[in-house]
């Protein structure tokens, strides 16, 4: 028979009125959950305690919480998307009464569990305009209250002391324990973390520069790094705006900055700390760089985490001496690989750098509950500092340690938490003057390491009796259940795979609403993925306004880390994720949905459990979750690493091969990125990077898109106008294209984009890339209704305003890099059409850097790849599909869904293909 799995999350952590609201609220009949199972009570990575037991480890000290029996038997596949189950259909049409609480208890309730949110969760507007000094300190003196209630507030003066005694500080900070906001507040007054004036060599030359007084704080994305900036910004008081005169907190990230004058902290994204990199590589604008979230392992992360780890190694002689100091955090990958990666290479001589994954043991995520103070206090201790490194190989000869064992604390260090802020500021400060006491702490391989643990809720997992094979349809059933029989207050978080996905079910769920009886809370479905725009990503995180009404977030993996969604209790996990995996030998990048890893499951399961106690769903069997992996492929084994190489040369590294990078690249992978750089002309025959590849690192831009703003600059202004025009339309976060529902939709949008294909049709005058142009262009010369231009020709009128701002911006990069002599005309302006000359030279551009992505139409009608001889075939997408067949096209990505795919695709020449490939 099936029952609930408990997940202890720090139960201990509820305040008395919250306790007290949950033993006297009302509760409804607990619901059948239908085709649910069980394993028995779970620690957090989901091993069982027999499992643990057998290995010997210790067992909780706490009663089972084993939940009662569920009845129910294996839950069907059931019939298409559209036809909901009968048994959820009557109940939205019955109008069962389940007992919800009232909107007054909703809101009491909500208000006790607002003091405690952590991070960016339900921010408020900020930077009206209308925010004053006072106004905005009395913001900050409302928030210090919870700041204080948040699990790092403890462990606050042990991470200024590791970061006095040490250079590197590696957090194992659990979901919800406030590291991504306190941390970089614990530290920016720290007396390391201030602006001073030093003597380095420069060109043989001593100059004096100025070194450090800023923290960046590292994201994987963008609304990460604004909301949590907006947060830090309200907890100081600090105004965070456009166009503001001064403050303490900024953020950067790709086509937008705000930074005002005097900014102490800096959110930014991984891409962006790569580039200012490039132009500093030894990083002096910043005293320390706080890497975030470093278990996504991004490709831009194993990049910054390499010249970390050489600027931490080396003599320090481009920052006049001064140290920079490096925090990694992580809220689930084991700290042990990243310890020694970080280490002195003296300390663990055997460690080779570039082998990291699947030789680390997630050994705290095991038994962390089992903490050397019970059940009562199952935090770590600072004394308690650990490593699990075990990430080497069978054929070395040992096991090295990495001695992270932390010295004994002096007795003011350790009561120090219990002390108040005015009595530990004055001894605190006062540790440095004694060479004793400060060198407590000081680890010999350099690396310090802190737990902190996370402050959730207990969580109540489910996992399916049997394999589901349409999850689409057993999550929608699932939401529906939950919506029907869960009293509110509690908002769902639904995993998915991908926008399209998210869009069929909200879809569905919004029709489904329709139908639903005054008795049943309404629906407010919501979408989160990235590419939609930041207000609308940023709207989801907000608390629902309307009463009687339940928030459904339907996501993608972005929900997993960073920021909280305001108000969900309930998390429908389908299990998988969209992956790209580069496939060397194609060429190509395959866009596939497979399993997600165990540290992933209880990533999105801890998000039940930020606020109150949760539920969580998992639509898989309890065997296909411990047959996952452990954790995520990093995307630098399965990606095309070209533009990682591009920016390892540009930041001065020649023999990339040797860099050291947590996981490296396997060698073909990276000959053949380095191939086509010196096709793209990026690389010189003897491998140096050329005049032109440093020109395109410098772009926020893949590579390629950089080498074709080169190419046109060194034809015309006129034309590398039409190339940004082009660029901006490709690099929005969304297709500047919706695709029509119907034939009928098609018929119309083809008359209505008349305009844009012009009167001979778009087959002859350059394909996809002169559509954009010209889209582009009429956009931007619309002299009345923009939005309602867009409507009529089905153009997303959201992709178009980010289009317009990335065109603003590449366009001032090229006056800044005097590409262009001045900036054009403002809009709008007149325009003509592509002729057939303006077509090709626009092409030719492209193709400096796209010629190994081009095919020739073969003998049997089919394009066959330049580059491999793969068959490959137009995207439905794309303007030329269905049109008639050319001697050659080129395409400027390339998908493998069901087979092979060419997408944003423009006819050429094969004359054209041997030109590019011979210059």
Not at 122 to 145: C, P, Q
Not at 319 to 328: I, M, N
Not at 425 to 433: H, M, P, Q, T
Not at 695 to 706: E, H, I, N, T, V
Request: proline residues 5%; hydrophobic residues 35%.
């Amino acid at each position: 028979m099936p029952e609930k799995v408990h997940f202890k999350f720090g139960d201990d952590t509820l305040t008395p009125s919250l306790k007290a609201q949950q033993s006297t609220s009302k509760q409804p009949p607990k619901p059948a959950t239908t085709g649910l199972t069980n394993g028995v009570k779970r620690l957090r990575d989901g091993s069982s305690k027999a499992e643990v037991s057998r290995k010997e480890a210790r067992t909780p000290k706490h009663a089972d919480v084993r939940g009662p029996v569920k009845s129910g038997g294996s839950a069907s596949n059931g019939p298409p998307l559209r036809a909901i189950s009968n048994g959820i259909s009557s109940k939205l049409m019955a109008g069962n009464r389940l007992g919800i609480h009232t909107s007054s208890a909703k809101s009491a309730k909500n208000g006790a569990q607002n003091a405690l949110r952590p991070k960016g969760a339900g921010l408020d507007k900020f930077g009206d305009g209308k925010s004053n000094s006072s106004n905005l300190r009395s913001v900050a003196a409302r928030l210090e209250k919870a700041r204080e209630s948040l699990p790092i507030w403890s462990k606050r003066l042990d991470i200024r002391y590791a970061l006095r005694v040490n250079d590197i500080l590696l957090i194992n900070g659990e979901t919800g324990s406030g590291k991504s906001t306190q941390v970089p507040q614990y530290l920016y007054k720290e007396p390391w973390c201030k602006r001073e004036k030093v003597k380095v060599e420069v060109g043989g030359k001593s100059e004096e520069v100025f070194v450090g007084g800023m923290i960046a704080i590292t994201q994987p994305r963008r609304v990460a790094a604004m909301t949590l900036a907006q947060r830090v910004a309200r907890e100081m008081g600090s105004p965070l705006q456009k166009g503001a005169t001064s403050g303490e907190v900024g953020y950067s990230v790709r086509f937008e900055s705000v930074v005002p004058p005097g900014t102490k902290i800096k959110f930014v994204t991984e891409g962006m700390l790569l580039q200012e990199m490039l132009h500093d590589p030894n990083l002096r604008k910043y005293s320390a760089i706080i890497v975030d979230e470093i278990h996504e392992r991004s490709v831009d992360v194993d990049l910054i985490t390499g010249f970390l780890r050489t600027l931490l190694h080396s003599d320090k002689a481009g920052r006049g001496g001064v140290p920079l100091k490096v925090v990694v955090m992580s809220a689930t990958l084991d700290l042990g690989g990243i310890e020694a990666f970080f280490a002195k290479p003296e300390t663990i001589p055997r460690y080779n750098p570039g082998h990291n994954h699947g030789r680390v043991l997630l050994r705290h995520l095991k038994g962390y509950e089992l903490g050397p103070g019970g059940p009562k206090d199952p935090r770590r201790i600072s004394e308690d500092s650990f490593s699990s490194w075990e990430g080497f190989s069978d054929d070395q000869e040992d096991t090295a340690k990495s001695g992270s064992a932390s010295a004994s604390r002096t007795t003011a260090a350790r009561g120090a938490d219990r002390e108040s802020d005015s009595d530990i500021e004055i001894d605190y400060d006062n540790w440095e003057d004694s060479d004793d006491e400060f060198e407590v702490g000081k680890k010999k391989n350099g690396v310090a390491v802190e737990y902190v643990k996370g402050r959730e809720y207990e969580v109540e997992l489910f996992y399916k009796a049997t394999p589901q094979s349409d999850y689409m349809q057993s999550m929608l059933e699932q939401i529906l259940h939950l919506h029907v029989q869960e009293p509110l207050p509690g908002d769902i978080l639904a995993f998915l795979t991908g926008q399209d996905e998210i869009e069929t079910l909200q879809a569905e769920l919004q029709s489904q609403a329709e139908k639903l009886v005054k008795t049943v809370p309404k629906m407010k479905v919501m979408p989160l993925y990235g590419a939609l725009s930041a207000q609308a990503q940023q709207d989801v995180f907000e608390k629902v306004k309307e009463p009687f009404t339940r928030k459904i977030v339907l996501a993608t993996n972005i929900a997993e880390t960073s920021v909280t969604v305001s108000g969900v209790r309930f998390v429908v996990d389908c299990g998988k994720s969209k992956v790209k995996q580069y496939r060397v030998r194609l060429g190509m990048e395959s866009l596939l949905a497979k399993p997600i890893s165990r540290v992933s499951a209880i990533q999105r399961m801890g998000r039940a459990g930020r606020e109150a106690k949760g539920k969580c769903f998992r639509l898989y069997t309890e065997d296909d979750y411990l047959n996952l992996d452990q954790d995520e492929l990093p995307e630098i084994l399965r990606c095309d690493v070209v533009e990682a190489v591009l920016k390892m040369k540009a930041r001065g590294i020649e023999d990339v091969l040797a860099f050291p990078l947590m996981d490296s690249p396997n060698i073909p992978q990276m000959e053949k990125a380095l191939v086509q750089l010196h096709m793209m002309g990026a690389l010189d025959d003897a491998g140096k990077l050329t005049d032109a590849g440093r020109k395109m690192a410098q772009y926020p831009l893949p590579a390629a898109y950089g080498r074709v703003l080169v190419a046109a600059a060194e034809i015309s202004s006129d034309v590398l106008l039409d190339i940004i025009d082009v660029i901006s339309c490709l690099t929005t976060d969304s297709e500047v294209f919706l695709q029509p529902k119907s034939e009928e939709d098609q018929e119309t949008t083809e008359e209505s984009r008349s305009d844009i294909h012009g009167p001979q049709g778009i087959a002859g005058r350059g394909g996809d890339i002169v559509t954009l142009l010209t889209t582009m262009q009429r956009f931007a010369s619309e002299k009345t209704d923009r939005a309602e231009w867009c409507r009529k020709r089905l153009v997303s009128v959201r992709a178009m305003k980010m289009a317009m701002q990335i065109r603003k911006q590449l366009r001032q990069l090229c006056v800044q890099q005097k590409l262009l002599k001045e900036l054009p005309p403002p809009d709008p302006l007149p325009i003509g059409p592509v002729t057939p000359e303006r077509a090709e030279v626009l092409l030719k551009a492209f193709l400096k850097a796209f010629a190994i992505k081009t095919a020739l139409l073969g003998p049997d009608g089919n394009y066959v790849t330049t580059q491999g001889r793969n068959a490959i075939t137009i995207h439905p997408s794309s303007s030329l599909y269905g049109q008639k067949k050319f001697e050659a096209i080129m395409f400027l990505d390339h998908v493998f869904t069901a087979k092979s795919y060419a997408k944003k695709v423009s006819p050429v020449q094969a004359n054209w293909i041997e030109e590019a490939f011979e210059s």
